[in-house]
């Protein structure tokens, strides 16, 4: 279920990334500058590099944007995690760079730093994302980056409140975390 839920999320931000890289034909003219995107159809090639089971699935739903765009071309090329950092240093030293990639956060100042990345466009809000992964996105004051997704890696929670529900080591599985969230809930705490 998190698969498809976050495979949604990163259709929302790549479908809205493609249109504004391919560009919209409003009745005549191409804007192929990635301009106003709200209506006509895209047109235009852009190249997609993604890591992880993004890179996996992103094709299927680059096919479906593309049968309902006749004149845009996405290419999705899937790169494996553990090899992403130094294809992806390795196009910035030879100046060949896909026009969209997912990027680990922790390697973007040293992307920026090398010139391998451009700035935001300035049409982007960052305050219409999570404060804390927009600021990811940002190295010496410009941000570099739209955060694809957030997701959570460590788990915070009182312990005091869990130890007076019962629970008295971090949990371990699903099932432990069921425990806890209710041990909490039944010592009071509120959300």
């Given at each position: 279920?998190?698969t498809?839920?976050?495979?949604g999320?990163?259709?929302?931000v790549?479908?809205?990334?493609?249109?504004?890289?391919?560009?919209?034909?409003?009745?005549?003219?191409?804007?192929?500058?990635?301009?106003?995107?709200?209506?006509?159809?895209?047109?235009?090639e852009?190249?997609?590099?993604?890591?992880g089971?993004?890179?996996?699935?992103?094709?299927?739903?680059?096919?479906?944007?593309?049968?309902?765009?006749?004149?845009?071309?996405v290419?999705?090329?899937?790169?494996?995690?553990?090899?992403?950092?130094?294809k992806?240093?390795?196009?910035?030293?030879?100046?060949?760079?896909?026009?969209?990639?997912?990027?680990?956060?922790?390697?973007?100042?040293?992307?920026?730093?090398?010139?391998?990345?451009?700035?935001?466009?300035?049409?982007?809000?960052?305050?219409?994302?999570?404060?804390?992964?927009?600021?990811?996105?940002?190295?010496?004051?410009?941000?570099?980056?739209?955060?694809?997704?957030?997701?959570?890696?460590?788990?915070?929670?009182?312990t005091?409140?869990a130890?007076?529900?019962?629970?008295?080591?971090?949990p371990?599985t699903?099932?432990?975390?069921?425990?806890?969230?209710?041990?909490?809930?039944?010592?009071g705490?509120?959300?």
């Amino acid at each position: 279920m998190r698969t498809w839920t976050r495979s949604g999320a990163v259709l929302a931000v790549v479908a809205a990334l493609a249109l504004a890289g391919c560009g919209r034909d409003s009745g005549g003219d191409n804007d192929s500058g990635g301009g106003n995107i709200s209506g006509g159809k895209a047109s235009g090639e852009i190249t997609v590099w993604a890591m992880g089971t993004e890179g996996e699935k992103l094709a299927s739903f680059a096919e479906d944007f593309m049968k309902e765009n006749p004149d845009a071309k996405v290419k999705v090329t899937p790169i494996p995690w553990d090899g992403a950092h130094d294809k992806i240093a390795t196009a910035i030293a030879g100046r060949q760079t896909p026009d969209l990639s997912l990027v680990g956060t922790t390697w973007m100042g040293e992307f920026a730093t090398l010139g391998g990345l451009d700035p935001t466009p300035a049409n982007i809000d960052g305050s219409q994302f999570f404060e804390g992964a927009w600021n990811t996105t940002i190295v010496d004051g410009t941000s570099y980056a739209v955060p694809w997704y957030v997701e959570t890696r460590l788990l915070y929670y009182r312990t005091d409140l869990a130890e007076e529900g019962g629970v008295t080591e971090p949990p371990a599985t699903w099932d432990d975390l069921k425990a806890l969230a209710e041990a909490i809930q039944g010592a009071g705490a509120e959300y």
